[in-house]
């Protein structure tokens, strides 16, 4: 089974992937779990700064998530003028302009997905990104590839 499809990437489809992939991290969790004690020393200890901290670690994280994800969508040539993706038993091409790169699913260490996009990713920080918008009908074809050639434990895609 083979499909292809066209992907653009907007800046709302970057930072869901930002957002995921930062939450997901030991280091974002403790940091946000600092500030949640900061709001409480507030409530119990009425010091003002206890809020101030607890603002700069619960929402520094998503701005410049946000921050980031609109200057890459500005900045990668790839993101602007848009993916095309085909998916077959070989691999994960990709084609952006007259660059083409095959990526073998041996190389895929994992997938997963938000309510608008499904990731595979090939190392902790990078990813295929597609968007459920871009795929619509072959969103099935999408699913039905990726599980039939990646382990199941690979696989974190509700259906």
Known sequence: METEFDVKISVGTLYDYKMSTLYKQPVTIIITAIGCLMIYG???????Y???IAAILILYPPFDMLRLSVMQAKMVPAFKNGLHYH???EGIRVKSGEQEELVPWENCIKANGTRSSYFVYTGKKTAFIFPKECMKEK???VLRIISANMKPEQV????
């Open 139 to 141: 969103t099935e074809d």
């Open 156 to 159: 974190k895609i509700r259906f």
């Open 87 to 89: 998916l077959s038993p």
């Open 50 to 52: 206890f809020p101030v």
């Open 42 to 48: 507030f409530i119990t200890l009425h010091s003002w």
